[in-house]
């Protein structure tokens, strides 16, 4: 990876952003200059927003007739040299999986957005959830890996829109940006500085292009019309991409890079953010929108005296494992808050040595603080 | 493949992949002649396919850029290579179920945006690679493992499917019309906006054999002797013609 600093392309200050526009904008100052995509609510003032600003500075934009259109011409374009992104809410994500499958199989570096609504099937559009986490993790058929965040904050939604761009590019990995609903359409205020640092994908002339000697490399990239006659296939391939459907060793030794690139690095790509969490009880883990009502709720209960911490979890996948368990050591409980059916405190459970809560709560609002409060007060 | 075409293949591929009697070989070489004789330089030609026996013709035998995709997907995904990167010539190569069935909306599709691609379509009329079932454009009556007692479905008329989505240039030739197929591929490559070559390819060994076809030279045969001139099926009328097989250019320039 390469990594360059260059202007936010947004003049430096302040703004009154919605989530949705603030992703755009991260999109455009990490240098995405390609989206393909396809109206879906509550994603759909990304397409809205990237059409325009495309304009002004240069970026192709094209609405496709579907979602398996748009994050293939996305691949297509990645492939041609671009960095691309799409959004998308759960059906749309759905039907992406089959080509984020090829996305990682190709180690093609891509970002989509999904800012999650209420499911399954078409569900509430307008309203909240968090129920696509698992299926970004294993929505598509095989065994592969991807990195996800978890943004809170209108400001998150630009930052970590950058990084998830700087992250495809550093692992060669479709990266997801698992917003929702709430924080999609939030209006706060952001912060652009003068200049963003961005990681560009290496290049080597003549390079094998999908494999290395180590068993958790990742390949240099070269595009469409360089003289390099690549080979791209979703079939297993060796090195050079030539087809191996029928060579056993051939097909281990991929899907075991893939996996082991992002695996072998989680602790490099893994972010958490720690409150109180020194001489906690009770430890809320929470992610996007219910961490910023888990942070309230945690303040409020320290006033109170309580002894209750927060782990907020900035990235979903690879999963924080290893800080679960840790605090799992220390403290007596762990809450889990979510807009789900438990999707992530079944995965604390495997780490956790502590005794695990769940709270689930699917009828399509955010989950108020003082319902957090309530709970972990129970528990104390 | 001629030796004198052997630039155009990527080095220690083998020479066909293809089945005793396919006729992918031959539209695999009136396309790489037709690149030869325009002159157009490989290292900015990117041809996309699907997955079918139809994807194998570019990938990995042609010695250029080469986008091997989903099945169904590949002229998406050419779609955002050309958009990206408007330099690329690009060309999808695929089959009938690929382009047409699980592909179908993205093929109307590029048609209409008028998309700056040549699509060659290689219609064997059955899935091949899986066997020999059903297509959208088995012919009413036909054999397939899915369609045991003939098939009860009118096939697709590509040409008029593409036509009406509004290509800029549609041509259908089979694969015994060697020479006119080439010139076709030709006029495509060289006309500006979604061009679309329908290639009639036998598929002896899928088709051929549930259709009561001896050998692939019968196939051939009939293929042959099935095809008449779009200008004659216009001089005979509708009725006359409705059990030919109608080639030439249905659009162009």
Request: aromatic share 8%.
């Amino acid at each position: 990876m390469s990594v360059q600093e260059t202007d936010s392309i947004l003049p430096a200050g302040s703004y009154y952003f919605s989530g949705n526009e603030a992703a755009t904008e991260g999109a455009i100052a990490a240098g995405c200059r390609y989206y393909g995509g396809y109206p879906i609510t509550p994603s759909t003032e990304i397409m809205e927003r990237i059409a325009v600003r495309f304009r002004e500075v240069g970026g192709v934009f094209i609405q496709m007739e579907d979602e398996i259109g748009s994050i293939c011409s996305v691949i297509g374009a990645v492939c041609a040299g671009a960095k691309a992104m799409t959004a998308t809410s759960g059906p749309g994500f759905s039907l992406m999986q089959e080509a984020i499958g090829y996305a990682a199989f190709t180690e093609t570096p891509l970002v989509i957005v999904d800012v999650q609504r209420a499911g399954p099937s078409t569900g509430q559009a307008t309203r909240v959830g968090s129920g696509d986490l698992m299926q970004a993790k294993w929505g598509s058929h095989g065994d592969y890996q991807i990195i996800s965040f978890s943004p809170w904050s209108v400001q998150e939604m630009y930052d970590q829109t950058i990084e998830a761009f700087n992250l495809a590019e550093q692992y060669r990995v479709p990266v997801f940006l698992m917003a929702e609903e709430a924080v999609g359409h939030l209006r706060e205020r952001m912060d652009v500085k003068p200049s963003v640092k961005i990681a560009n994908r290496i290049k080597k002339k003549g390079a094998p292009p999908f494999g290395t000697p180590e068993d958790d490399g990742v390949p240099p990239m070269p595009s469409f019309g360089e003289g390099e006659k690549l080979l791209v296939t979703g079939s297993t391939h060796n090195e050079l991409g030539i087809r191996k459907t029928d060579d056993g060793k051939v097909h281990e030794k991929l899907v075991v890079r893939i996996n082991n690139k992002i695996l072998k690095h989680r602790e490099n790509i893994i972010q958490t953010e720690a409150y109180y969490l020194d001489d906690a009880n009770v430890v809320v883990v929470a992610y996007g929108f219910t961490a910023r009502s888990a942070l309230f709720a945690a303040k409020r209960l320290r006033k109170e005296g309580k002894k209750v911490g927060l782990l907020r979890l900035k990235t979903i996948w690879p999963f924080a494992g290893h800080v679960i368990k840790e605090v799992g050591e220390k403290a007596e409980k762990i809450f889990v808050p979510e807009m789900n059916r438990g999707q992530i405190a079944g995965e604390i459970l495997k780490y956790a040595e502590c005794k695990v809560v769940s709270y689930c709560q699917t009828d399509g609002e955010i989950i108020h603080p003082h319902k957090i409060m309530e709970l972990v007060r129970s528990l104390l | 493949m001629a030796r004198d075409l052997e630039a155009y293949l990527r080095t220690g591929v083998k020479s066909t992949p293809f089945c005793p009697g396919c006729g992918h070989g031959i539209l695999m070489n009136a396309i790489l002649r037709a690149i030869d004789e325009l002159h157009l330089p490989m290292e900015k030609m990117l041809f996309v396919s699907g997955i079918g026996c139809a994807a194998w013709i570019p990938s990995p035998n042609f010695n250029a850029d080469t986008l091997h995709t989903l099945h169904g997907r590949a002229i998406a995904f050419a779609t955002g290579a050309k958009m990206f990167n408007p330099e690329l010539k690009v060309v999808v190569i695929s089959g009938d179920g690929d382009l047409t069935s699980i592909g179908g909306n993205h093929l109307i599709h590029a048609a209409r945006r008028d998309m700056d691609m040549t699509v060659i379509c290689a219609n064997n009329m059955i899935y091949g690679m899986t066997g020999g079932q059903a297509a959208s454009t088995t012919p009413l009556g036909a054999y397939t493992a899915t369609s045991v007692e003939g098939n009860i479905y009118r096939p697709f008329d590509l040409c008029k499917l593409v036509q009406a989505a509004g290509a800029s240039y549609v041509a259908r030739y089979s694969v015994t019309q060697a020479v006119s197929l080439k010139e076709a591929i030709k006029k495509a490559l060289n006309t500006k906006g979604f061009t679309f070559i329908e290639a009639l390819s036998p598929c002896p060994t899928q088709f051929g054999r549930r259709n009561r076809y001896d050998a692939p030279a019968d196939m051939l045969k009939t293929l042959m002797e099935s095809c008449i001139p779009v200008e004659e099926a216009r001089r005979i009328g509708l009725e006359a013609s409705k059990d030919k097989i109608v080639t030439g250019e249905f659009t162009h320039g």
